[in-house]
């Protein structure tokens, strides 16, 4: 069984930066994508960033060159460095393994809220 422990959200200014931690307990499975969604309130869960145990990564496109994604194999963990943040991106965070670079897994987090706001 795989659990995920989040960790690093918070309230955050629009233009500031904030890093989100996931660890795994349990095999997630080496070739399998770990990473991001997230979901504002009255929206559908969309993908942040995920990536493979190979490097492999794949953005949103109202993240692309803000947001890094990597993943420390050794740890279980995957991390997501925000950057110059929007206040559109408040939202909870979940992470999520065991998929692909397009379609989540079946594990997710708890959640993590993300708060961007003056």
């Known amino acids: 069984q795989v659990q995920l422990v989040e960790s690093g959200g918070g309230l955050v200014q629009p233009g500031g930066s904030l890093r989100l931690s996931c660890a795994a307990t349990?095999?997630?499975?080496?070739?399998?994508?770990t990473g991001w969604y997230r979901q504002a309130p009255g929206r559908q869960r969309d993908l942040v960033a995920v990536?493979?145990?190979?490097?492999?990564?794949n953005y949103g496109d109202s993240v692309k060159g803000r947001f890094t994604v990597s993943r420390d194999n050794a740890k279980n963990t995957v991390y997501l460095q925000m950057n110059s943040m929007k206040p559109e991106g408040t939202a909870v965070y979940y992470c999520n393994v065991g998929g692909t670079l397009t379609l989540p897994g079946n594990y997710w987090g708890q959640g993590t809220q993300v708060t961007v706001s003056a």
């Open positions: 349990g095999s997630i499975g080496r070739r399998s994508a």
């Open positions: 990536i493979t145990s190979g490097g492999f990564t």
